[in-house]
């Protein structure tokens, strides 16, 4: 009995001290893209860059077009909101002008007053004209080209609305010239570049507004 319980014994510690070996894990390498897998996936790349592009560029495009359009509908708007203000009373406002912007030795004008066209190559200067030495409309014409306002009037109209065409012109002595003209449809009228404003009777605000908007706005920017 005592022979067989130290043989189980030495079985035992025999079973303890025998270590159970595990096998060895291999790690495989990762595999490698061949050759027209890079060549796909670069041009995955290239497109999905392309397609970012042109996205980034449409909405900028879309963006600007948007602003022009806003900024388009907004001066609509002022100039309509001007010429409203300028017809409020008995004051028409026009557009109409002679073609052409060329200096040329005998220009003739068939808007009266003329606010554009060809014309001689000699502006007039700012001032109040009388009858007499008023320039040709060929001068006058240059000068709204420069930018000048001119404020037309009949030769007999009355001296108090004169007076009163006098004063509107005053705080813009460098930028308007008074002129008298028999031909004149209306008793008063102003022009500027492409633009007239014919008054039955004289209203001083309203010319003094069309001056404030118009003066120095001819294609040629010249400083007076």
């Not at 303890?16 to 897998?37: D, L, M």
């Amino acid at each position: 009995m005592a022979k067989k319980n130290r043989k189980q014994r030495q079985a035992a510690r025999a079973a303890a001290g025998t270590t159970t070996s595990r096998p060895a894990t291999v790690r495989e390498r990762p595999r490698q893209p061949t050759r027209a897998e890079r060549f796909e996936a670069q041009r995955r790349a290239r497109r999905r860059r392309a397609l970012r592009t042109r996205f980034i560029v449409g909405a900028v495009a879309v963006l600007a077009a948007g602003g022009l359009l806003f900024n388009w509908a907004s001066d609509r708007r002022q100039s309509q909101r001007l010429i409203s203000s300028l017809e409020a009373g008995s004051c028409d406002f026009d557009r109409d002008t002679d073609p052409g912007r060329d200096h040329i030795a005998s220009p003739t004008f068939r808007v009266d007053p003329p606010s554009g066209g060809d014309h001689l190559a000699a502006p007039a200067s700012a001032g109040t004209y009388q009858v007499g030495n008023v320039p040709g409309d060929g001068n006058l014409v240059h000068s709204l080209e420069h930018g000048f306002v001119i404020l037309w009037h009949r030769p007999d109209v009355a001296d108090a609305q004169l007076d009163q065409l006098l004063d509107v012109a005053e705080p813009y002595e460098r930028d308007v010239l008074v002129v008298p003209r028999a031909s004149l449809p209306t008793a008063v009228a102003a022009t500027a570049w492409h633009k007239r404003l014919q008054c039955p009777s004289l209203e001083p605000d309203v010319l003094s507004r069309f001056v404030e908007e118009f003066r120095n706005d001819g294609p040629e920017d010249v400083p007076h």
